[in-house]
């Protein structure tokens, strides 16, 4: 049922953003959630219970990390904006079980706080409604540390989202699509309407679910150079495989010798980038990387 007093209802954002005089910056990506039912859709699907520890990013006036409070054991959330620290504290009085760390997400070191904050053997998820201008590093950066964390349960800009979670032979596919699915298992759970947001993003929203793979699904040999391949590959979309490698490795091989590499791998230079499957990428990264060390 839902409670009058909870914070992600549009009169209640409007009176408290009033109290404070508060102006909405866009250079952070503020855009404030004020319906409490995808509130509860972001929660669901996030996977939560009591026993659970989360982390927020940009907690904002408190819409979500209310949300995290009520339904996990824990939640440290990351602010970046210093105007919203007395405002959070404020609205989020009820609360004992919230931490607010005043740091930038992309400076902070989130593995000491999940160490200083959270039990050894508690799961933890990361839920976010996300700023759009920074999704993608952030997301890069939380994937990469190895963060022991189950799941990260995320509203991003739509079409990002379609990107993350895209299959191969898709407009969509392509590094970005490897980068994330090579940590993670991407879905998109739920499209969101730009009504939601105070103030509505020029964008549409959906909420994605990323669920962390106990391994990769392929085994590479070095994962900067696999990861620098991917990118070669996608360089430019319409251009075959054969020529964006060539583009990319000409000063170190020479474009017959590039022909002959991908022929050992069996994988048809002529096709396209977005056609292939992770494990053919790896397979030619392997490839390349053997014969460059
Ligand atoms: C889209 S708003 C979400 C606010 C709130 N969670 C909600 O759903 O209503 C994004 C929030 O991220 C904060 N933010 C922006 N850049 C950040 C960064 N680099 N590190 C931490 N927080 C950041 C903004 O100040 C803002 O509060």
């Not at 004992?96 to 200083?116: E, F, G, K, P, R």
């Not at 939380?142 to 898709?170: C, F, G, H, W, Y």
């Amino acid at each position: 049922m839902i409670m009058p007093k909870y914070i992600a209802t549009p009169t209640r954002t409007k009176e408290i953003l009033a109290k404070y005089n508060f102006a909405f910056k866009k250079s952070l990506g503020q855009n404030f959630l004020v319906d409490v039912n995808v509130l509860e859709n972001i929660i669901g699907h996030a996977g939560i219970h009591k026993q659970s520890g989360t982390i927020e990013i940009g907690p904002g006036i408190g819409a979500l990390t209310e949300q995290l409070a009520i339904h996990s054991d824990k939640v440290v959330a990351f602010e970046i904006d210093q105007r919203l620290l007395p405002i959070l504290e404020d609205t989020l009085q009820d609360y004992s079980n919230i931490t607010i760390a005043h740091q930038d997400i992309l400076q902070a070191d989130v593995h000491t706080v999940i160490t200083q904050n959270f039990a050894p053997d508690q799961p933890i998820h990361i839920v976010a409604n996300l700023p759009y201008y920074i999704t993608t590093p952030i997301l890069m950066k939380l994937l990469r540390e190895n963060l022991p964390v189950d799941s990260l349960t995320v509203m991003i800009q739509k079409e990002v989202a379609e990107r993350m979670a895209a299959s191969p032979n898709s407009k969509s596919y392509g590094s970005l699509t490897i980068a994330v699915q090579y940590y993670t298992h991407a879905e998109i759970v739920m499209n969101v309407p730009k009504s939601v947001f105070m103030p509505q993003p020029n964008v549409d929203s959906s909420i994605l679910k990323l669920v962390r793979r106990e391994s990769p699904p392929v085994h590479v040999n070095d994962e900067d150079y696999f990861f620098r391949m991917v990118q070669a590959s996608f360089a430019q979309r319409r251009k075959t495989l054969k020529n964006n490698l060539t583009s990319h490795f000409k000063e170190t091989y020479g474009k017959e010798t590039i022909g002959q590499i991908l022929e050992e791998t069996g994988i048809d230079g002529s096709r396209r980038g977005e056609s292939l499957s992770m494990e053919e990428f790896a397979l030619i990264a392997n490839t390349f990387y053997k014969k460059e060390s």
